[in-house]
């Protein structure tokens, strides 16, 4: 006996991959609702590669009652007007917007990382899935926190367009091929020109001059690893479709070397370490599409600070950073507290 599991905000770039990854990973679902807004009804889309379609249903009319869970991709604004109804009707929402992340009462989960988090969903019915550059972040923190006990992270990303959708994407392709041809490549979703440029401003500008990204990656780590680290950040968009990157300074209280970062990253899950030091001995972006794993390159050791380690991170964002994750929190969800059969 399965799930009935609902996907809201369907035909979106993470909601299509969402669709992907429970069919990829043969998530126990007796059946899968496609939910959208009014726009996407009866448009069909592809249950990934079943060869199902599933009719997408109109998020205005949809009944949450007698469905099992409801992975939400669909921003913060349906996500404000629609998660709670799920919720009251005994629906459990794996929410991928900003929405509730900071919410006391909702727990903020990587599985990788704090999975015993999950135990508190009880108190709204919903479960918050990190910012894209946040989780894989984490993933690649975690085994090295708990050998060595982190205490501050600088972290430099190279965010991919596919985390502003598909506007984004449109705007990278658009641009690129206008400067071919010698048309002008004026920005629309963007603040600058981000062909063949690189933009260090992604979300809204606070007081502090530091980006609502920002803040998140900083106060969403310390929720879902440890409260105690301190964190900066400063996040680029860069012009690359699909994945982001990470440059992370880490500063441990215990001593800890490359080689022993190295041999805890090679068994850590959900990561996949790529660390030659010869040409081409890491993993890049376009590598990484597609894949489930967080990679790490370049482990060194950080001379400018005791217990100091610098490393590199790339993960497909629209996966690990997304779709994968809430579905593994889904898979975690059923483990612990949905049990069916």
Known sequence: MGYRVVVVGATGNVGREMLNILAEREFPADEIAAVASPRSTGTEIEYGETGKLLKVKNIEHFDFAGWDIALFAAGSGPTKEYAPKAAAAGCVVIDNSSLYRMDPDVPLIVPEVNPDAIDGYTARNIIANPNCSTAQMVVALKPLHD?????????????SVSGAGKEGMDELFEQSRN???????????FTKQIAFNVIPHIDVFLDDGYTKEEWKMVVETKKILDTKIKVTATCVRVPVFVGHSEAI?????????????????REAPGVMLVDKRENGGYVTPVECVGDYATFVSRVREDPTVDNGLVLWCVSDNLRKGAALNAVQIAELLGRRHLKKG
């Open 147 to 159: 050998a060595a006990k982190i205490k501050r992270v600088v972290v430099s990303t190279y965010q």
């Open 249 to 265: 300074n880490i500063e441990f209280e215990d001593e800890i070397s490359a080689k022993k970062a190295q041999s805890i990253l």
């Open 179 to 189: 400067i071919f041809v010698g048309d002008p490549a004026e920005p629309k979703k």
